[in-house]
């Protein structure tokens, strides 16, 4: 069996590392999703992509449209951004750590895989969040837009292939009944 990400866990610290890691997801995603005073009740993220959908760009600078209180609370949200993309994605690799011990063969060397390769979410994300860190400060270049869209398109790639894994592992232990 190949080595996963959580292996140096003993199984029931592995129980007990996934219920941690799940209501920590759980419990950032709520906090970045909820609606914002400053944004009229609209939550941040979703002012964020629509700026960042629809730049307002003045002599190659990208202007930041949000009054001080709302820059303040972008900037709080990111900082929560940053602790999500490392729980959500450490969550996730335990998930294929679990599941890849639960199964055999290919099935099994593919979760461990992708238990590490999900950690590249984190790096996509955070180097996102870095990007938009850089432009609420000041680094109004409109040149870092595309790195930054790919990083925010990346970011979803490692979420994705862990439920396509889960599916495919929840379809085999089917077929063992």
């Not at 400053?38 to 979703?46: A, G, R, T």
């Amino acid at each position: 069996m190949a080595q996963t990400v959580f292996a140096f866990l003993d199984p029931n610290m592995r129980r007990i590392a996934y219920w941690v890691l799940l209501a920590g997801t759980v419990v950032v995603a709520v906090a970045l999703s909820r609606p914002h005073t400053s944004f009229d009740k609209v939550p941040i993220n979703k002012a964020m992509q629509d700026w960042l959908t629809h730049p307002h760009i003045e002599d190659g600078a990208v202007i930041v449209p949000w009054s001080p209180e709302q820059l303040h609370a972008v900037k709080y949200w990111l900082i929560l951004d940053y602790l999500f993309a490392l729980v959500y994605t450490a969550f996730f690799s335990l998930l294929c750590s679990l599941l890849s011990t639960r199964a055999s063969g290919v099935l099994s060397a593919v979760g461990a895989l992708l238990s590490w390769a999900v950690l590249l979410g984190a790096f996509f994300d955070i180097g996102e969040n870095t990007v938009l860190w850089l432009l609420l400060n000041g680094g109004r270049n409109q040149n870092i837009l595309d790195p930054l869209r790919w990083l925010s398109q990346l970011k979803w790639l490692m979420p994705v292939l862990t439920f396509i894994y889960l599916f495919v592992w929840m379809g085999f232990q089917m077929e063992k009944e």
